[in-house]
């Protein structure tokens, strides 16, 4: 751990150099991020479509602190602390479920309505100044964009629609079944790595065709002169337009196929979410990145497609591509990366910013880690 505050010029990213490698590992950068950026920002839980039931609901976590976003009797999705108002003690655990009308606490039988309201608590009826009214579960901000549900714990943070402004239009151009999807898969993996780490590995063109052959596959489906790689400074794309003339992906024929895009399509919203369409899927993806350590993340991917149409084989072969092939020679390159940073002989490096071939320029890189340095470093 460093014995000094760690800082970082990063004012002109064609000459200076890049964030130094302890912001990746050091656990005092960690505990800033959690206080200025995890526990201040949005954080994706799902689409609306989870949430199409009374009782259905969804736990987030964000570090030690745990979320219930769940479907209420009243029509409405309801978000509140994942902790008894009695002792603390948690009342779920499972991180997707349906209850009944009641959540029972199992410590003390405190039961609370769907909506956190508390419906019932044994014996309370012996304190004197006991109002059941005052003691439902404590909510949490909750605002949907787009028809994904996001949660906060931070009071003041802005409005997602006014921190992402324009980011519904833009998925809205490539996403036209957005409305109408559910969760077909939901797959957890443990990288040891930095959260920032495996985020910047997404968010630049120029190990696309310099690393490994799957990702030589994914660059065959695009036409990788037209990536574009755009900052909108809380949110941004990455998005290809398709090469001519495919007729399979993912080993798959496209014939009779369908699919919600032929783009590439990629929109990131800061800290750690990222929704996403590979070419030729019908199917949108949800990319999060949570840290668990200063080296240690949980990577979780959800798939949703169009409610009541069969998933295409394209879309299955894509999701078993992305989990199989895609994701471990990414995660390969991550870890190897952790690794690396460790080296005395490294300690910062240099971004490759190319106005010439913005397909390949690291400028999006140097943006969220400008991003996250101003969070830690300068915000009041």
């Given at each position: ?186 797959t957890d993996v443990i990288v040891h790595a930095n959260w920032k780490v495996i985020h910047e590995n997404a968010i630049e063109g120029y190990h696309f065709d310099l690393s490994g052959p799957v990702h030589k596959d994914l660059a065959a489906l695009i036409d990788f002169q037209g990536y574009r790689l755009t900052p ?73 497609a169009p409610k009541g149409r069969p998933v295409p084989p394209v879309t299955k072969a894509a999701i078993n591509w992305m989990n199989t092939q895609l994701g471990p020679e990414d995660i390969e390159l991550n870890e190897m990366n952790q690794k690396g940073l460790h080296s005395m002989g490294f300690g910062s490096g ?31």
């Amino acid at each position: 751990m460093t014995e000094h505050p760690l800082t970082w010029d990063h004012s002109n990213p064609l000459t200076g150099e890049t964030m130094p490698a302890p912001f990746f590992y050091d656990p005092a950068i960690l505990a800033e991020e959690r206080e200025r950026i995890f526990l201040r920002s949005w954080h994706l839980v799902g689409h609306v479509n989870d949430f199409d039931a009374p009782g259905k609901y969804v736990v987030q976590d964000i570090f030690e602190q745990s979320v219930i976003v769940m479907a209420a009797q009243d029509g409405r999705i309801h978000a509140m602390h994942n902790a008894c108002r009695h002792r603390g003690n948690r009342l779920l655990n499972d991180r997707r479920g349906k209850i009944g009308a009641v959540l029972r606490c199992q410590y003390h039988s405190w039961c609370y309505n769907q909506d956190g309201s508390l419906r019932a608590a044994p014996r309370t009826e012996a304190l004197p100044d006991f109002d059941r009214n005052e003691w439902g579960l404590r909510p949490v901000r909750l605002e949907i964009l787009a028809g994904w549900v996001f949660v906060t714990l931070n009071p003041d943070a802005p409005p997602l629609a006014e921190l992402a402004g324009g980011a519904e239009a833009e998925m809205r151009r490539f996403l036209p079944d957005m409305d109408d999807v559910e969760l077909v898969e939901e797959t957890d993996v443990i990288v040891h790595a930095n959260w920032k780490v495996i985020h910047e590995n997404a968010i630049e063109g120029y190990h696309f065709d310099l690393s490994g052959p799957v990702h030589k596959d994914l660059a065959a489906l695009i036409d990788f002169q037209g990536y574009r790689l755009t900052p909108h400074d809380q949110w941004w794309t990455y998005i290809g337009p398709p090469v001519s003339g495919v007729t399979e992906a993912y080993g798959v024929p496209l014939e009779g196929s369908t699919w919600q895009t032929d783009w590439f399509f990629n929109l990131g919203i800061f800290p750690n979410t990222t929704l996403y369409s590979f070419p030729y899927t019908d199917m949108i993806g949800t990319f999060i990145m949570i840290p668990l350590g200063p080296e240690k993340s949980l990577l979780r991917f959800g798939y949703y497609a169009p409610k009541g149409r069969p998933v295409p084989p394209v879309t299955k072969a894509a999701i078993n591509w992305m989990n199989t092939q895609l994701g471990p020679e990414d995660i390969e390159l991550n870890e190897m990366n952790q690794k690396g940073l460790h080296s005395m002989g490294f300690g910062s490096g240099r971004y490759l910013i190319d106005p010439d071939r913005p397909h390949e320029s690291e400028h999006l890189v140097h943006h969220f880690h400008k991003l996250c340095y101003q969070a830690i470093r300068e915000q009041d």
